[in-house]
């Protein structure tokens, strides 16, 4: 039992788990990048994908409100070490900012570690709490719903659009594998070409009426340009006699 516990490079099975879950991390993320192949799915990760670009400026002020207030509660914690009564921060990591900065995270998610607050410097904790409680969760939070909002109507009213570019961002990814440059070596052109919607699906007989509707189509729009410039020479013609 104790060998099954090693890997042949000799890492423990902490260590082999840790990997294990990171392995399973890249696993899932390579998941979410196939859902691609379904179309449904692509618009819905394009949705996602836009949304994360669009919080990132977001994601930086956050992140700086959240750091100035583990700051401070980090600061006025020095007061309850030195003496030595209940620390307003709860150790979780055992490292005093980490430990502020998830503090200051949780309070903005809205758990809130509020038990030593009022036992020294009380109305100064409370002040900071309330202060962060109105910038992180209620502007900021807000905040991010809107922006989500907007992302999200942006790219509904563009579905057919997103859908088809994830489809072929996926394609393109894989693009080295058609060895393009070998394909169209000393090549100068690339054809493209599309289904002829006119004879294509349906019946012979079917077929056969779909062109011919065509062909009227295109002589009647022949014959009314020649009974147009007919009508324009004669309107000339009779102008020039009045002239005369």
């Known amino acids: 039992m104790y060998f099954a516990g090693q890997l042949w490079l000799g890492f423990s099975q902490n260590l082999l788990n840790v990997l294990a879950a990171l392995a399973l991390l890249l696993m899932w993320s390579k998941l979410y990048f196939w859902m691609k192949l379904f179309r449904p799915f692509s618009a819905f ?70 038990d030593n607050y009022s036992t020294e410097n009380g109305n100064v904790t409370w002040f900071m709490f309330i202060l962060a409680t109105l910038i992180v969760q209620l502007i900021f939070m807000n905040l991010l719903i809107a922006i989500m909002g907007s992302s999200y109507e942006k790219i509904t009213a563009i579905m057919e659009q997103s859908t088809l570019k994830e489809i072929c961002s996926m394609m393109k990814d894989f693009s080295w594998l058609l060895q393009i440059d070998e394909l169209y070596d000393n090549k100068r052109y690339i054809l493209w070409m599309s289904p002829d919607s006119v004879s294509a699906g349906g019946t012979i007989v079917e077929r056969q009426i779909s062109q011919l509707k065509e062909l009227v189509k295109s002589s009647t729009e022949q014959q009314e340009a020649r009974v147009l410039r007919a009508i324009a020479a004669v309107s000339d013609d009779i102008g020039n006699l009045q002239i005369g």
């Open 45 to 114: 990760i394009r949705m996602i994908n836009e949304i994360c670009k669009d919080v990132q400026v977001f994601l930086v002020m956050l992140f700086i409100a959240i750091g100035a207030f583990a700051n401070i509660v980090l600061v006025l914690n020095l007061n309850r070490v030195a003496s030595e009564t209940d620390p307003i921060i709860d150790s979780r990591i055992g490292v005093g900012p980490i430990d502020a900065l998830l503090h200051a995270y949780l309070t903005g998610l809205g758990e809130f570690g509020m």
